[in-house]
């Protein structure tokens, strides 16, 4: 075999080909359909075009998902990310919106630490329901996801509410070296995430409590501890993307802000190759999950498909990037091109990926 | 499993914590006025049962807060439900209404479909019903008085007449891209209807793409960040209602382009925000929906209840505003 074959077969192997392949697809459909697609203009001083579009609109996603990757690895999901959106976005617009000079930078500052407070909280209670508590993860997050969006009406009573404040609006819609300041919040969320999980042990003690709670108990890890933190981490993950939301449009709509956003953010995370079972996770393919994401709304809408063919559309692209992804379904494929004998399959059931002792 | 192993007063003290917060959610959600218990008509006042969607929006808020003010001003005493967007809390609190023996039920329904068992108890019970806002799909036209409520397609269609006179003098193609509400809703379905048929008046009016926004700013921004960059000349944005146009106002200022003025922008139902919009010059154009049909309900609750006969489809009184209109109204708007 010669080298440069063996080098085509490892990338062809990495976990992350397939959904760059499909990125990569997507983005080549959409230049072939309108050449200008990918076109970048400089246009009042920074950059704009469509691919921008793409980057500052899946800001908010990647930062969802970042959270929602964690909690899955250690074996739980977060349903309530979506509620914590747009609460925390109903409290920093509403603080906002009663004071006097909307500009005042204190003013956005104090609104933006008292909306995160409130997302932290509500993410401790997530935690303590499943760590301390011990209910299901489905279930102790699906109070706060239902209850969630009442407490966000509550807060803007049942109203959207508009604010005009230059400061909150650059969360979303600011610019930095030409490029949207929210690309970079979303950035440095995921760069702090990783070091603090890949440049520690946090990430591997995260791994193996997802891995087998109990065992990693045993072993000197305080599970719980663990586990409860995910949750917090995953709030104030939920609580910046709502600033985003809210900030994109300058108000806040208790009703539609982050409304499944959670769903997108699964979606992300499993498309990104962390398995829903928990264990192993990978930051770096949740984020490519959460551009295919949205690379994916805005292909609707640029090639202007009918909102009632939509949605197909976008099941068809998901199923096709999970089938490609699976092991087993590749293995047939390849077995059924070549007629090669099948190889020996292992449990029929997709086994939880262990960390290495 | 871990719960297994629990200690019993363990699971017990996790049983008395489920309890507490199942308590804590029931309370929260049981904000209703009708178990208060009162057996209608003793004092002869006339009792309307009002069973409202929920407080999804700032159009709802208004449409609640008419509909008590009327019923106040009316004389008529009234019981009122909110649903909180749940068909089985508004077939519960109609029920309630039934036993209550009200004189009238009225309620704005959830969804359209499964309210055939309900209505015919009401029917059975002999107390009149009343829907407003929002339709039922049922076969049997008789488990209702009568259907009060906007004409969507005639928002649309007003949309449209307004366009084609707006733009009658324009040479070329006019390029109009949509902003469609909620896929298949009734208002996003009837309005685009009402809109087509309008502007097929005038050859030179073309939809150039229309895609949804699911009826929020961020959608309606997002769909026209794409608009614009797939269509360079767009001359007239129709949005469905005021959100998903608001959004689209940012989407086209950051594009570079003067909305009002480069690209002409019609938009439906006239709330605050939008009015300021339209009072502001962002906006041209604006078809009413309008939430104030408190009035008209008391009016037919009363006809209704001494048994004379009302039509079927009765329209909510609704207007149209241009920009001047809006700065006169604007001042005086209730929501």
């Not at chain 1, 949750?231 to 539609?256: E, H, K, L, Q, R």
């Not at chain 2, 000349?233 to 003025?261: R, S």
């Amino acid at each position: 075999m010669s080298d440069a074959g063996n080098r085509f077969r490892t990338l062809l192997g990495h976990r992350l080909f397939w959904p760059v392949a499909v990125l990569v697809v997507m983005l080549a459909a959409n230049t072939v359909y309108r050449p200008g697609f990918l076109s970048v203009e400089v246009n009042n001083g920074h950059l704009y075009g469509t691919p921008i579009d793409i980057l500052r609109l899946s800001a908010p996603l990647i930062l969802v998902a970042l959270g929602m990757t964690l909690v899955i690895s250690t074996g739980g999901i977060d349903l309530s990310v979506g509620s914590v959106c747009a609460i925390s976005g109903a409290i920093a617009c509403l603080y906002i919106s009663r004071a006097p000079d909307q500009d005042n930078l204190v003013t956005v500052l104090t609104a933006l630490a008292m909306a995160l407070g409130a997302a932290l909280a509500l993410g401790a209670w997530n935690g303590v329901l499943v760590s301390v508590i011990g209910i299901q993860p489905i279930i102790a997050t699906l109070i706060l996801m239902v209850a969630g969006r009442g407490l966000a009406q509550l807060v803007a009573e049942g109203q959207i509410i508009t604010i005009n404040s230059g400061p909150y609006r650059a969360i979303g819609l600011g610019h930095l070296l030409t490029l949207p300041l929210a690309i970079f919040i979303a950035l440095a969320a995921a760069l702090l995430v990783a070091a603090f999980t890949r440049r520690t042990a946090l990430g591997m003690i995260v791994e193996s409590v997802g891995g087998n709670r109990e065992a990693s108990r045993l072993a000197g890890i305080r599970s719980g501890r663990v586990v409860f933190l995910v949750y917090v981490v995953s709030a104030a993950c939920a609580a910046i993307a709502g600033f985003m939301m809210t900030a994109n449009v300058s108000s806040a709509d208790g009703n539609n802000t982050g409304l499944w956003v959670e769903l997108d953010a699964i979606l992300a995370v499993v498309i990104g190759g962390t398995s829903l079972a928990g264990g192993r996770f990978y930051l770096g393919g949740t984020i490519l999950g959460a551009l295919i994401i949205q690379t994916l709304t805005t292909t609707v809408y640029a090639m202007n498909i009918s909102p009632q063919t939509a949605l197909l559309f976008k099941a068809v692209v998901v199923i096709a990037v999970c089938l490609i992804q699976a092991p087993a379904f590749r293995a047939k494929f390849r077995r059924r091109r070549s007629g090669t004998p099948p190889p020996p399959q292992s449990s029929p059931q997709r086994q939880k990926e262990q960390v290495p002792a | 499993m871990r719960n297994m192993r629990m200690p019993m007063a363990r699971r017990r003290a996790m049983a008395v914590v489920a309890a507490v917060l199942l308590a804590g959610a029931v309370a929260a959600c049981g904000n209703s006025d009708t178990g208060s218990g009162g057996d209608g008509g003793d004092d002869g006042k006339l009792v309307l049962g009002f069973s409202q969607v929920g407080a999804e929006s700032g159009w709802r808020t208004a449409n609640t807060n008419s509909i008590k003010e009327a019923a106040t001003e009316a004389g008529i005493e009234l019981k009122f439900d909110d649903a909180q967007q749940k068909q089985e809390n508004q077939i519960k609190a109609i029920r309630n209404y039934i036993q209550q023996k009200v004189d009238v039920i009225a309620f704005s329904p959830v969804v359209e479909s499964g309210w055939d068992t309900v209505l015919k108890e009401a029917k059975d019970a002999g107390i009149p019903v009343i829907l407003t806002d929002r339709a039922v799909d049922s076969a049997d036209k008789s488990l209702y008085k009568t259907f009060l409520g906007s004409d969507f397609v005639k928002e649309g269609r007003l949309s449209g007449e307004w366009l084609v006179e707006n733009k009658k003098d324009a040479t070329g193609d006019v390029n109009i891209v949509e902003l469609q509400g909620t896929t298949g809703s009734a208002p996003a379905n009837d309005r685009k209807k009402g809109f087509a048929e309008a502007i097929a008046a005038d050859p030179k009016l073309k939809v150039i793409a229309s895609q949804s926004g699911d009826f929020t700013r961020a959608g309606g921004k997002q769909v026209m960040e794409q608009f614009l960059k797939a269509h360079p000349k767009i001359d007239v944005l129709f949005a469905h209602n005021d959100d998903m146009g608001l959004g689209a106002l940012e989407a086209i200022t950051a594009a570079g382009k003067e909305p009002g003025k480069d690209i002409t922008i019609i938009t439906i139902d006239a709330v605050k925000d939008g009015m300021q919009a339209l009072a502001d010059g962002k906006f041209n154009f604006i078809a009413e929906c309008s939430p104030l049909l408190g009035p008209q309900l008391m009016d037919l609750a009363k006809k209704v209840h001494a048994g004379e006969e009302v039509p079927p489809r009765i329209e909510t009184e609704e207007t149209t505003f241009t920009q001047e209109q809006a700065k006169e109204a604007l001042p005086n708007r209730k929501y």
